[in-house]
């Protein structure tokens, strides 16, 4: 599916990419305030489903959406919230669930603990 981009789509996926993690729907209206949220939200979804951005629900945020260049996975802290962003290799994460009888078309992996600072 071919989307168009119109000027309110690229200034949202413009806003992601200099964004460099995850953001909600409300600090992309934050940055982009005369873009309604609805057109914010249905804009989220076209992206989602050509796979221009990932959607991520990291826990008590909600929804949240960023822009990948290099698939990662994340870890919450559950006392500063803050979200490191760390890589794992697909392949033995797939060995590790010994799921043979499965396609395996996406790995995303959430780790919550508390960081040491």
């Not at 460099?20 to 982009?32: C, P, Q, R």
């Not at 945020?61 to 979200?83: F, N, S």
Request: hydrophobic letters at 35%; glycine letters at 4%; charged letters at 35%.
């Amino acid at each position: 599916m071919t989307i168009r981009l119109t000027d309110k789509r690229k200034q949202i996926l413009q806003v992601l990419k200099r964004q460099h993690g995850t953001m909600s729907v409300k600090d992309i209206h934050n940055k982009l305030p005369k873009i309604d949220q609805v057109t914010i939200y249905r804009s989220l979804d076209l992206f989602v489903k050509n796979k221009l951005i990932k959607e991520v629900h990291l826990g008590k945020e909600g929804m949240l959406y960023e822009y990948q260049t290099e698939p990662h996975h994340h870890a919450i802290c559950d006392d500063c919230r803050k979200v490191r962003h760390f890589t794992a290799p697909d392949e033995k994460i797939k060995k590790l669930l010994g799921l043979e009888d499965f396609e395996v078309e996406e790995i995303e992996v959430i780790v919550k603990g508390v960081c040491k600072k």
